[in-house]
Nanobody, 116 residues
Framework: QVQLVESGGGLVQPGESLRLSCVASGFTFSTYTMNWYRQAPGKERELVASISRTGGYTNYADSVKGRFSISRDNAKNTVYLQMNSLKPEDTAMYYC?????????YGQGTQVTVFS
């Protein structure tokens, strides 16, 4: 059974940083591209960042380029999202995701709130 468990969210002020983690189980983590998505209230879920199986290729939404960094540790079955220079518009539920088996799988999410 695929499980994705996110952690690391919180309440921060603009300009501060957070590091999200996602521990995966139930599939061969090192053979899958991993993604972070986010969804703000009243908005559609959007792709924030992606990382290839070995970590050699990453991609980011324009809104987070230069501020967020995705990485992974295949030995720990964990993907990370380092978020720097946070802005109020980054407030959202953040989800770890991968296309495994029948379709895209998501974790339960971790809430990030940036308040001024």
């Amino acid at each position: 059974q695929v499980q994705l468990v996110e952690s690391g969210g919180g309440l921060v002020q603009p300009g501060e940083s957070l590091r999200l983690s996602c521990v995966a189980s139930g599939f061969t983590f090192s053979t899958y591209t991993m993604n972070w998505y986010r969804q703000a209230p009243g908005k559609e879920r959007e792709l924030v960042a992606s990382i290839s199986r070995t970590g050699g290729y990453t991609n980011y939404a324009d809104s987070v380029k230069g501020r967020f960094s995705i990485s992974r540790d295949n030995a720990k079955n964990t993907v990370y999202l380092q978020m720097n220079s946070l802005k109020p518009e980054d407030t959202a539920m953040y989800y770890c995701s991968a296309v495994v088996g029948r379709g895209r799988q998501y974790g339960q999410g971790t809430q990030v709130t940036v308040f001024s």
